[in-house]
Nanobody
């Protein structure tokens, strides 16, 4: 059973950067596609970026050109490098398979973009 734990969130000023990490307790090789999701207050949880085991990548239009998703199947880790952060990026960020499965939802990591 794979368990996913997110970290790396925090408070950052607009224009700043953060790197989120999703560490899996087991091998993520068995999970073909991995995704980062976010949920802002009062909004539905939404896919931000997705990466397949072969490295194919999808980004939501709102983060394209600013966020970079990557994975390390040896370290069982998925990353989300976020740059040029905007206040509207404020949310709790989660990793999960793509499409997501209930059993993989973790606590998420809070990202707050504010001056």
């Amino acid at each position: 059973q794979v368990r996913l734990v997110e970290s790396g969130g925090g408070l950052v000023q607009p224009g700043g950067s953060l790197r989120l990490t999703c560490a899996a307790s087991g091998s993520i090789f068995s999970i073909n596609d991995m995704g980062w999701y976010r949920q802002a207050p009062g909004k539905l949880r939404a896919l931000v970026a997705r990466i397949t085991s072969g490295g194919s990548i999808f980004y939501a239009d709102s983060v394209k050109g600013r966020f970079t998703i990557s994975r390390d199947n040896v370290k069982n880790t998925v990353y989300l490098q976020m740059a040029s952060l905007k206040p509207e990026d404020t949310a709790v960020y989660y990793c999960n398979s793509a499409p997501p499965e209930i059993k993989y939802w973790g606590q998420g990591t809070q990202v707050t973009v504010s001056s």
